[in-house]
């Protein structure tokens, strides 16, 4: 992924981690350890007892970058809508369409990392360094539909499919990292 390539190769130094050393110290894991439990993520640290110590470091680190206070009210606030949303649909066919997220979606991890990570990415995309397969995950006779699933009119005024949707976005970050490469120079 790129968040662990961003961390293997790119080292990042979040500004709440100790520049004494690359180890996590018992304190900052006890720290973690309770930020998890409070927000009821704990089962995150279920098996670092198993790994190894350089593991157990690289897990701690990525972990203490998360905002993970921020997960409940990303929760709630999606739950919220969803209910809404589920209580002005009156007829079944609006139940079933798809429609985008209309508040605000925060983040959870570092944006140094974020913007250091997006940045290699489309380093990577403009050297031509980055494949992108789109699966078909089998016909879409459960919808009622003789073909590929991203073949499946979901709708949309455009009359465009999911496999035009997922290329067009593909090609839109293509032009987006050539036009990154030449600024950057």
């Not at 701690?60 to 409940?72: F, H, N, P, R, W």
């Not at 992108?132 to 539909?145: D, K, M, N, Y």
Request: glycine share 6%.
């Amino acid at each position: 992924s790129i968040l662990h390539h961003t961390q293997k190769n790119h080292i990042h130094k979040n500004p709440n981690m100790s520049d004494k050393s690359d180890t996590t110290t018992a304190q900052n894991e006890s720290e973690i350890r309770a930020r998890f439990e409070e927000a009821g993520q704990s089962h995150v640290l279920q098996y670092l007892p198993s790994l190894s110590s350089s593991d157990r470091t690289q897990l701690m680190q990525q972990l203490q970058s998360i905002e993970v206070e921020k997960l409940s009210s990303f929760l709630e606030s999606a739950l919220e809508e969803q209910q809404q949303q589920s209580h002005d649909d009156d007829d079944d066919d609006e139940k079933n369409k798809i429609r985008p997220f209309s508040k605000p979606v925060g983040r959870t991890s570092d944006k140094n990392l974020v913007s250091s990570s997006r940045t290699i990415g489309l380093q990577s995309i403009a050297r031509g360094e980055v494949a992108a397969l789109v699966l078909s995950g089998g016909q879409g006779t459960r919808l009622g539909f003789d073909g590929p699933k991203g073949m499946y009119n979901i709708q949309m005024k455009s009359g465009r499919t999911l496999f035009q949707l997922v290329a067009e976005r593909i090609q839109r970050l293509c032009h987006l990292a050539a036009a990154a490469a030449a600024a950057a120079g």
